[in-house]
């Protein structure tokens, strides 16, 4: 397995440790944690950090105050791979994540003719320059800082490894499907205003 899942690439790293089956290895995975950073718009971060705003102003005490967008995205990925283990299809989630691998990574490409020799042309498929506008929105970024469990990344590694055959060749990491569950939401929230059931869920997780 060549191809990295995620910056840390651990299922690569465990698959090639020799002592992988050790106490020590075992207890180091399900212990130890690791910062993971995510790169998202500008946008969404502000929209995060106003959903919780509106979260807090209706539910006040019943909201944390460390809860913050970092938490929030932390949330909805644990919430999306729990849907997974009980059992939505390979099929299904591969076309959700190529879809928004589509929609929030995918880089404009055109198909060019390319000279090979003075006779000879050849179709290649190149990215597309950005106008100066879209050169200005890209440089508006949030930085996402997270602390999670060496095992809940890996569960995401594993996830992406077992729905290659899936992808048709799109390569998505655990940075990317964290993020595009997260742009989701606050595609939904935008698009849809604030849900009084979404909130109430998440009032309702914050309890458990």
Do not use: C, W
């Not at 910056?7 to 995975?29: A, D, V, Y």
């Not at 499907?177 to 998440?202: E, M, P, R, V, W």
């Amino acid at each position: 397995m060549k191809k990295s899942l995620s910056s840390f690439n651990l299922l690569q790293g465990k698959l090639g440790n020799e002592n992988s089956q050790s106490k020590g290895f075992l207890h180091s995975l399900f212990t130890e944690r690791k910062y993971i950073t995510l790169k998202i718009p500008y946008y969404a971060y502000l929209r995060g950090k106003i959903f919780i705003e509106d979260l807090r102003d209706n539910y006040e005490e019943d909201v944390p105050y460390q809860f913050d967008v970092a938490f929030l995205i932390h949330m909805l990925y644990t919430d999306f791979m729990d849907q997974v283990k009980k059992g939505v299809k390979n099929e299904e989630v591969a076309a959700y994540l190529k879809k928004g691998k589509t929609k929030y990574f995918k880089k404009k490409e055109k198909r060019v003719l390319k000279p090979i020799t003075n006779y000879i042309l050849k179709l290649e498929t190149v990215e597309e320059p950005e106008t100066e506008l879209e050169s200005k929105r890209e440089e508006k970024s949030a930085y996402i800082e997270m602390r999670m469990k060496e095992k809940v990344i890996l569960r995401g590694e594993v996830l992406l490894f077992d729905l290659e055959p899936y992808l048709s060749g799109v390569s998505v990491s655990v940075e990317e499907l964290i993020s595009i569950i997260y742009l989701d939401f606050i595609s939904s929230t935008a698009q849809q205003g604030n849900s009084t059931k979404i909130q109430s869920s998440i009032v309702q997780s914050l309890k458990n």
